[in-house]
């Protein structure tokens, strides 16, 4: 289905009291019908506030070209994940983090994390070879987020996370946003779609304040997951572990880890 790419403002507010079925009233209804026929019941639009250009589009193979460009334009975009919605863009693009951290409202002490098309490009940005071998490939794609040493042969730029020497390394399993992770042609910083310590969104809805920062928000619908997020494991250290995070998947990502025979790391 092709998805309108600009749509005339519409009134944001309307008087207090009602209003009489005047032209105006029937044209406001005209135009929510269009907007109802256009729009499937689980997608939402926005507005760029200077152009009236339409911000949205499906999350689809269709629009992953569009996506690329933008994120190699150093542009922040909005994608559904297998967790949560995320605000993404080129991790080598320190102009765009910022943009990110400037969103969110984060402190830029709060590391991010990135996000790779396939689990055989971990190894460009982090350090696997302590790794039991088929690990990576039993936690991933899915709902982790591995905390790895970047290492000196790390192709990340030092500007990323400033001071730490570890990274935590994402491949959801989620179509969209793997094609366009491959496209780019390098790793993707991600971090939830939201403002720092307000509730993390599962619906482009929930970000709707945060649209007009974005160059597209791309809609997945209502992901299923909750708000858990990823669950965060530290892999750092030889044939150890640490959830540091227990997120949407603590016990299979436990399970899977004993299983190739990692314990536990002693908490201090």
């Given at each position: 289905m092709n998805i309108p790419t600009r749509i005339s403002p519409l009134p944001l507010f309307l008087p207090f009291g009602g209003v009489r079925k005047s032209s105006f009233s029937l044209h406001w209804q005209q135009c929510s019908?269009?907007?109802?026929?256009?729009?499937?019941?689980?997608?939402?639009?926005?507005?760029?506030?200077?152009?009236?250009?339409?911000?949205?589009?499906?999350?689809?193979?269709?629009y992953s070209a569009e996506a690329v460009e933008a994120l190699k334009a150093g542009k922040v975009i909005a994608v559904p994940t297998d967790t949560l919605y995320g605000f993404a863009c080129d991790a080598c693009s320190l102009e765009a983090v910022n943009r990110i951290?400037?969103?969110?409202?984060?402190?830029?002490?709060?590391?991010l994390a990135i996000c790779v098309g396939d689990v055989s490009d971990i190894y460009r940005f982090a350090i696997i070879d302590h790794l039991p071998q088929g690990l990576?490939?039993?936690?991933?794609?899915?709902?982790?987020?591995?905390?790895?040493?970047?290492?000196?042969?790390?192709?990340?730029?030092?500007?990323?996370?400033?001071?730490?020497?570890s990274i935590g390394?994402?491949?959801?399993?989620?179509?969209?946003?793997?094609?366009?992770?491959?496209?780019?042609?390098?790793?993707?910083?991600?971090?939830?779609?939201n403002l720092s310590g307000q509730p993390s969104s599962v619906c482009i809805r929930d970000f709707e304040n945060l649209w007009e920062h974005c160059a597209f928000v791309y809609d997945g619908g209502v992901l299923p997951s909750g708000r858990a997020g990823s669950t965060v494991v530290d892999l750092t250290t030889p044939h150890k572990y640490k959830i540091l995070r227990p997120?949407?998947?603590?016990?299979?990502?436990?399970?899977?880890?004993?299983?190739?025979?990692?314990?536990?790391?002693a908490t201090p």
């Amino acid at each position: 289905m092709n998805i309108p790419t600009r749509i005339s403002p519409l009134p944001l507010f309307l008087p207090f009291g009602g209003v009489r079925k005047s032209s105006f009233s029937l044209h406001w209804q005209q135009c929510s019908r269009k907007l109802r026929r256009a729009f499937p019941k689980n997608m939402a639009c926005g507005l760029d506030n200077k152009t009236g250009t339409a911000l949205l589009r499906p999350a689809t193979d269709a629009y992953s070209a569009e996506a690329v460009e933008a994120l190699k334009a150093g542009k922040v975009i909005a994608v559904p994940t297998d967790t949560l919605y995320g605000f993404a863009c080129d991790a080598c693009s320190l102009e765009a983090v910022n943009r990110i951290y400037e969103i969110k409202g984060r402190k830029h002490t709060s590391p991010l994390a990135i996000c790779v098309g396939d689990v055989s490009d971990i190894y460009r940005f982090a350090i696997i070879d302590h790794l039991p071998q088929g690990l990576l490939d039993s936690l991933l794609p899915g709902p982790v987020t591995v905390v790895l040493s970047r290492g000196d042969s790390s192709v990340l730029e030092r500007s990323l996370n400033p001071g730490f020497d570890s990274i935590g390394v994402r491949v959801p399993d989620s179509n969209f946003i793997r094609v366009i992770a491959r496209g780019s042609g390098t790793a993707l910083a991600l971090t939830s779609a939201n403002l720092s310590g307000q509730p993390s969104s599962v619906c482009i809805r929930d970000f709707e304040n945060l649209w007009e920062h974005c160059a597209f928000v791309y809609d997945g619908g209502v992901l299923p997951s909750g708000r858990a997020g990823s669950t965060v494991v530290d892999l750092t250290t030889p044939h150890k572990y640490k959830i540091l995070r227990p997120g949407s998947a603590k016990e299979e990502t436990i399970a899977i880890l004993e299983k190739h025979s990692l314990v536990e790391s002693a908490t201090p």
